[in-house]
Structure formats: C-alpha cells, structure tokens
C-alpha cells in the first residue's frame, strides 16, 4: 500500500496557482525530499496532504485513508512539522513537550527521552520565547515525533540548524526512516537531500518537474565533469578517467578536485537562475 | 502505563493554559491587581467622604466657639477643623481658593459666616450645622432644657456603605475583562503562532480544547470572586446577604458571555493587539454605561433605558441583588438567562466569522 497517494490536487489562491494538479505516490519506508525555489508551492502541498488545507480540487490520500474532511482516526499516526514553530505561550521546553506527548496519550517518561535526541537537555527549563532560532526548531521537530509516528511531514526541519545540529537531525531521521517509517521532507540543502532521500520531488510554478532518485536526476543532466587543478586551471571534460590518467601521467594530480554534476545543478537546469517571488 | 485518553489531554491543556496566564505579568495584573485598585480606590477612599471635616476659619475672638460647653465643643470639633486667624481679609482668599470651607466672624450678636457656593453640598452642610450649634448654645444660655428634639435614621441597613455598592460592580466587570480578554488573546496568539493550526493536526477535538479554555477562565474569575470577596470583607467591612452564593452562578454565565464577546473580537481582528483592543473597546464602555463604577440612579432615563441591552447591566443588577440587597436566590434567575441568551447569540455569530488562519 502506498504512504500517500496524490491525485491531480490543485490550489488557487486569488489568480495564483499555487499548487497545479500534482500527482504523487510515495511509498511505505521510502524518504522523499521535495524540492523548489520559494514559493514553489512545497509547503501548500505538504499541507493540504496533512489535511490542514482542503484543496480546491483533487484528492490526498494517506495510510490509506482520505485526509479531508479532518479524519481523528488518522492524526496519532502521522506527525508534521509545520514550517513555523507552533507553541504554547511562556511554556519551557520540556513543558511544552509534555503538552503535545498528553495531545497523543504519551507517557512523559517517553517525552523526556526526546529533549535528549534533539539535543535539548540542557534547554529544558527556558521557556521557548527565550530558544534560540534553531532550538526552536529542534523542538518543534521533537514534538513531532515525540508520539512516534508512522509517517512524517517536515516542512524545512533544517532551516535555521547548525551544521552539528544538521548532522545530528540527519541521523535521526536516517534512523527513523531504518525502522520503517515514511519521511517526506522539504529542503533548500541539495546535499541534504542527496544524502538523505530516496527519491527527490523538484517543484516549480506549483507543479512538480521531476520525482526520481537523486542519482537518476544527476545522470539526467548529462553535465560534463569539471576538474580543478592546484594552479587554478580548470578543465572540464566528458571523459574524467582519461583526463585524470593524462594529468597522472603529467605528475599534477596533487591538490585536484573533481566536480561531478550536482543535484543543484540539476536544480538550477530545471528551475532557472532567476529570483522567485 | 498510557493514561486515559479522555482525561490527559483535557488536563494538559488546561495546565498549560494556567501556566501560559500566570506566567504572563499583564495578564496577572489587569486580571487582579487593576480590579483590586479600583476596589481599594472606591472602597477606601471614596468611603469616608462623608465624614470629611469642614475646614473653618475663626476670625478674631467668637463668642460661640468659646462659650460652648465641653460637650458641645467635643461635637462641633468633629464637624469642623478650626483654624484661628486675626485676617478677614485673609480668611476670605482661603476660602475662596477652596482651601477652607468657611470663615467666620463676630459682628456684635451676629456671627456671620462666609462661604462658597462652589462645593453645594457642603455650603448646605456648614450652613446647617453652623445654625444647630447657634441654636443649641441659645438654648444653653438661657437654661431652659430644650423641647423637642431629633434623631435621624438612614433607611438602608446600617452597613450599606460605599464598599457594599462598589464590590459587586467591580467584579462584574473584572470577570467581564479578564474572560474577554483572554479568550480574545488565546484565539488570536494561537492563531498568529500556528498553534491552533497544530493542534488542528492532533488527535483532541475542538471540544476538548475550548473546554479546557472556559475552565481554565473560570477558575479565574472564582479566584477573582474570592480575593475580591476576601479583601472587600477584610479590609471594608464587606458584609454579604443571604443568598450571595447565587453569583456564583452569575458569574459562570457571565464568564461565558464575555469570553463570546472575546472570540468574536478575536475573529473580526486579524493581531493580538488588535483583539485585546477590541476587547476593551467592548468591555471599558460598557462598564460605565452599566453602572460597574458608578450608580446608573442618576443618570438620565435613555441611559438607563439603553444600559438594558448590554449584558454587564443586568450582571451587576444581579450581582448587587443576590450579594448586597438581601434578594432570594430567584433574583439572579433572569440576569442568568439574559447572559446565557447573549453568550449563545455571540457565540453563534463569533462561530460564523471564525477562521483557522490570519490570511
Ligand atoms: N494563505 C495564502 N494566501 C495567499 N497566497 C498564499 C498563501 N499561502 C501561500 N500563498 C502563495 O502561494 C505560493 C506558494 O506558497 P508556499 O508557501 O506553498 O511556497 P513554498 O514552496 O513553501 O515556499 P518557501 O520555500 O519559501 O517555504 C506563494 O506564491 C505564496 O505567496
Ligand atoms: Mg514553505
């Protein structure tokens, strides 16, 4: 059975078609990254598939289950972070915690053991007025998953995080998805989601231009390999084997760097340089 | 080890609303504190006003005042504040600039007393006390003992001071702010931040969380109703009639009603200070307008026609006839089923122009 399965949903807000037919089926166990400029429409997506939104036309199912109208039955098996942070006003951290774990019948014992996993231990007792912007957003991550969820919705969880605390989330997230768990996420990291996806969604204009594996996304773009030499001198070349053994020949390969494509390069390929709105 | 599904939410909500409200140092402080001053304001001061001296300024020797026996001296200084001086003409300015309420002065027999009109009342109150003691020292002097005599009694219960009009009334409208304040600011900080959107997204109902906000309001405003209560009855000699506990009631109803007033201010605004300002725009006039800081008795009649529409006059008619005019319980029957019928119709319209998001 499919995680979610998409069917040609649409959202206009005003004249602005923000999200334009897009079909999509993702399945069980699998980590799907979605791409796009600002703007693209990810988070309108994400949100009518959560069943925040009622689409103005098409249909979301998830688990199996129709999202809309609100369905109770299907909200303790998914957990969704929203791309703004959503507290309790003047709560602590593990208050706060405590708050969403009681929402889904959690002990607070299994509460607590997340301000560990999100690295917050010592930031339990500060109120989240007083987070930093990537504490927050930490937190919020944790009270998305603190009632371990089948299938997971993270609307740019790394924003905002240190390179320590990235990694730390990638492990995380790695994990989840090793014991089965569904994650689909947003990013503007193109190594995030080479890293961590099986499959990336690149968004634009509302539409989705390509869903495949990062690597079937890189062999796409056929961009030729790039070689940067100690000395400055780039080369860039269809053939890296024969290059590299020319220069190996020519004793010059101390300090080189090869520059294969790039899921950015793909995305800037299919989405242009040009500023979104 | 789960715990039941029905109680936990319920309670951690409702928790976490008490925790979000104490924490919040204006809240805390327009919810009890600012009440408490008005009742410390009008209970305090206001209360003794009555028995504010007249200032009298003696000018040279007067025959009255020093001829008056020990007892009738002891009455008349605590009527007056008496202030020597040789200077009519100085004794005059003074009173003129308020800063004595009469001056007076011996020509021949004639005590003649200079006053001003500016403070009526208490020209009438100095004219009229300063005839009685003249006329109890003619009677004096001439050894007869006096004919007739007089008492005077108040109609109302001797304990019907300031304090027992003011209590009821303030805290009507105390429990009216602060329910329509908070309800206002939760649906709008709730909704700026997302969280309603979040909570939207998790498996508690709609019930459950509105339930856990009235609870939570009302057990505010019974803490109000006892500080209130408490303090009124401590410090001003607060005293109660019999079916006082019918406020209790009164002020449920009343905290329904205005939290409705609070969530259709929360809806028609689009900011948390736009709410809260909405909120007091609702909630300040009509204070006055219901008579929560002033008797409505001498305002003129289409006040106290059009005070009939507005909720918090028959909250505080029904707070004062169940806590301070001895009325049965059945008094506050029909002050309850105002507010329910204003907190249903509110609550209906509030419901139509709700929505989950700012935008
Ligand atoms: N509530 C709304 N009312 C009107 N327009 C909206 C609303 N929400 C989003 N939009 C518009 O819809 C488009 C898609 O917005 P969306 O938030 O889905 O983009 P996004 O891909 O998540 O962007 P970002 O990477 O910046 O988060 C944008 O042009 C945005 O201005
Ligand atoms: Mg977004």
Sequence with gaps: MAAIEVVDLSMTYGDLRAVDAVSLEVAEGEFVGILGPNGAGKTTLLEMVEGLREPDSGRATVLGMPVWPR????????????????????????????TFAALYAVPVREADDWLERVGLVEKADTRVEDLSGGQAQRLSIACALVHDPELVFLDEPTAALDPQARRNLWDLLSGL??????????????????VLCDRVAIMDAGAILRFDTPDALIRGLDAPTRILLADGEVLTTRDPAQEIARLADEHRLDGIRVQTGTLEDVFLDLTGREYRA | ?????????????????????????????????????????????????????????????????????????????????????????????????????????????????????????????????LQAFVDGTNVALSGQPPRFSLETERVEDDSLSTIQFVTPGLLGWAVAMSAAFGAAATLQGWRQSKLLRRLQLAPVSTRTVVGARVTVTLLIALVQTAIFIGLGAAAFGLTLTGSWWMSVPLLVVGTLCFMALGLLAGAITTTTEGAVNAANFMVLPMAFLSGSFFPLDAAPQWLQTFSQVLPLRHLNEGMLDVMVRGEGPSAALWPIAVLAGFALVVTLVAARLFRWETT
């Excluded at chain 1, 369905?71 to 405590?98: C, D, K, Y």
């Excluded at chain 2, 020797?61 to 605590?78: I, K, N």
């Design chain 1, 71 to 98: 369905n109770a039955g299907l909200l303790p098996r998914i957990g969704v972070q929203l791309q703004a942070s959503a507290f309790f006003e003047r709560l602590t951290a593990r208050e706060q915690l405590h």
């Design chain 1, 177 to 194: 998805n090793d014991s089965g768990r569904t994650v689909v996420l947003t990013t503007h990291y193109m190594d995030e989601a080479e």
């Design chain 2, 1 to 129: 080890m789960r715990s039941p599904r029905t109680r936990g939410p319920f309670l951690a909500l409702s928790l976490a609303i008490v925790k979000g409200f104490v924490r919040d140092k204006a809240s805390v402080f327009f919810a009890l504190i600012f009440p408490l001053m008005f009742l410390v304001l009008f209970g305090g001061l206001f209360g003794d006003q009555t028995q504010s001296k007249v200032e009298l300024v003696q000018v040279g020797q007067v025959a009255l005042l020093d001829e008056m026996s020990d007892g009738a001296r002891g009455a008349f200084d605590e009527t007056f504040d008496v202030e020597e001086s040789d200077d009519l003409a100085a004794a005059l300015e003074k009173v003129r600039k308020g800063d004595a309420d009469v001056a007076i002065e011996m020509r021949g027999d004639t005590i003649v007393a200079h006053y001003t009109q500016t403070d009526q009342v208490k020209a009438a109150v100095t004219q009229g006390a």
